[in-house]
C-alpha cells in the first residue's frame, strides 16, 4: 500500500500533535489544598485526610482516580480534573464534587 506524502504529514502532526499535549499536561501545576477553588469542594490530596463529620457523602473506596470528572488513568498519581482546569489532582485525593456514574 503506497502512502501519499499529503497522509504521511497528517500522520507526523497528529503524533507531534499528542505528543505536545502530554507533554503539557505533565508539566501542569499541583492543585494545592489552600488553592480558594480547592478549598470550596474540601479537596485532598489525600482522601485519608478528609473530615468524615464535615463531609458525611465521604466513602472510604472513593478518590479523585476513580471519580468520572478525574481526566487520567486510574493508576496516575497525578491527572486532570474538570473542575480544576490547568492544574492536576492527586490520583489519592479527593473533593466534594467526587461523583462515579
Known amino acids: 500500500m503506497k502512502t501519499s506524502r499529503r497522509s504521511f504529514m497528517m500522520l507526523t502532526m497528529g503524533a507531534g500533535a ?7 499536561d505533565a508539566d501542569a501545576p499541583h492543585l494545592s489544598e489552600t488553592d480558594s477553588a480547592a478549598m470550596a469542594v474540601g479537596y485532598k490530596e489525600d482522601a485519608a485526610k478528609v473530615d468524615k463529620a ?45 461523583t462515579n456514574m
Request: hydrophobic residues 40%; proline residues 2%.
Open 18 to 24: 499528542s505528543l505536545w499535549l502530554a507533554r503539557a
Open 54 to 98: 464535615k463531609y458525611p457523602n465521604f466513602a472510604a473506596d472513593q478518590a479523585c482516580a476513580n471519580c468520572s470528572l478525574y481526566q487520567g488513568k486510574a493508576t496516575d498519581a497525578w491527572g486532570g480534573c474538570t473542575l480544576f482546569a490547568n492544574k492536576l489532582v492527586a490520583g489519592r485525593g479527593w473533593c466534594g464534587s467526587y
